[in-house]
């Protein structure tokens, strides 16, 4: 059976794996970066702390935004709104506090722009199998994004600086603003919301899921860290590592996914 998916989720995946591109630059870095700043482990426990509760806010927030401004709308919003806070951290590197707040910010926004996007594809597919190959095509398109992004980061740490990061990160995101105003006309128009509660099913579904990105966290600031301070690996080396799980998932989510 060939995998079929429309011109508009492609064009969905095209955008994904450019923000995921910039985005991807910065992620496995920020805490890394806070502390190569001079933030102690503690500032930086409670910032990744802040982060997570900013995550779960911008994906309740954003779903009830999604619904009353619609999707494309709030795509766009999303993606400038993170990618103004970018530049005000490059310009502001040196205020630690001030660039922790501009960073949950930006991750504000990020939150608020993935429900909306995530959303816009149930807007063009229907039924089981089209949205697994669907979502199977925009993580391809995401990972291929994730794939360099860290690569490119580290060579730019390495040898321009750690400010520089967030303002190619912003760049990159802005590029994509224009890809979004494509998608209008797409999306259907819903004018009410409501709360859905979690059953029992769902929530014991979400225990192995907590615990799964729980430690897919730990990829970030932790492994990162870890090799660069104690391993003495080089940040421009540690990106291949990134790299490589990103490759991984451009070669198989497309084939998982048709299994499926």
Same mark, same amino acid.
């Given at each position: 059976?060939?995998?079929?998916?429309?011109?508009?989720? &492609?064009?969905? *995946?095209?955008?994904?794996?450019?923000?995921?591109?910039?985005?991807?630059?910065?992620?496995?870095?920020?805490?890394?970066?806070?502390?190569?700043?001079? +933030?102690?482990?503690?500032?930086?426990?409670?910032?990744?702390?802040?982060?997570?509760?900013v995550s779960f806010i911008s994906q309740?927030?954003?779903?009830?935004?999604?619904?009353?401004?619609?999707?494309?709308?709030?795509?766009?919003?999303?993606n400038v709104g993170a990618g103004v806070?970018?530049?005000? !951290?490059?310009?502001?590197?040196?205020?630690?506090?001030?660039?922790?707040?501009?960073?949950? !910010?930006?991750?504000?926004? &990020?939150?608020? $722009?993935?429900?909306?996007?995530? !959303?816009?594809?149930?807007?063009?597919?229907?039924?089981?199998?089209?949205?697994?190959?669907?979502?199977?095509?925009?993580?391809?398109?995401?990972?291929?994004?994730?794939?360099?992004?860290?690569?490119?980061?580290?060579?730019?740490?390495?040898?321009?600086?750690?400010?520089?990061?967030?303002?190619?990160? *912003?760049?990159?995101?802005?590029? *994509?603003?224009?890809?979004?105003?494509?998608?209008?006309?797409?999306?259907?128009?819903?004018?009410?919301?409501?709360?859905?509660?979690?059953?029992?099913? $769902?929530? +014991? $579904?979400?225990?192995?899921?907590?615990?799964?990105?729980?430690?897919?966290?730990?990829?970030? $600031?932790?492994?990162? !860290?870890?090799?660069?301070?104690?391993?003495?690996?080089?940040?421009?080396?540690?990106?291949?590592?990134?790299?490589?799980?990103?490759?991984?998932?451009?070669?198989?989510?497309?084939?998982?996914?048709?299994?499926?």
């Amino acid at each position: 059976m060939i995998f079929r998916v429309g011109s508009e989720i &492609n064009r969905i *995946a095209v955008l994904n794996g450019l923000r995921a591109l910039g985005f991807s630059l910065i992620w496995p870095y920020v805490g890394f970066i806070l502390y190569k700043l001079g +933030l102690p482990f503690w500032l930086i426990g409670i910032y990744y702390s802040a982060q997570m509760a900013v995550s779960f806010i911008s994906q309740v927030v954003g779903g009830l935004l999604t619904d009353l401004m619609g999707r494309v709308k709030l795509m766009i919003i999303g993606n400038v709104g993170a990618g103004v806070s970018l530049i005000l !951290t490059y310009l502001l590197i040196k205020l630690n506090v001030v660039i922790m707040l501009l960073l949950l !910010t930006q991750s504000m926004f &990020n939150g608020m $722009f993935a429900v909306a996007s995530s !959303t816009i594809v149930g807007d063009l597919e229907r039924g089981v199998v089209n949205l697994i190959r669907a979502y199977s095509r925009i993580r391809v398109g995401a990972n291929a994004g994730w794939a360099l992004g860290p690569l490119i980061s580290g060579y730019v740490m390495y040898y321009l600086g750690y400010s520089y990061v967030f303002l190619i990160t *912003a760049l990159i995101a802005l590029s *994509a603003t224009p890809i979004i105003l494509t998608l209008r006309g797409l999306e259907r128009r819903v004018v009410s919301f409501r709360l859905i509660g979690v059953n029992v099913d $769902f929530g +014991l $579904f979400l225990i192995p899921t907590i615990m799964l990105f729980s430690t897919m966290g730990l990829m970030g $600031f932790a492994l990162t !860290t870890y090799y660069n301070v104690v391993r003495h690996i080089a940040i421009s080396n540690i990106g291949l590592v990134y790299a490589l799980n990103g490759f991984m998932v451009v070669a198989l989510q497309d084939r998982v996914g048709r299994f499926l």
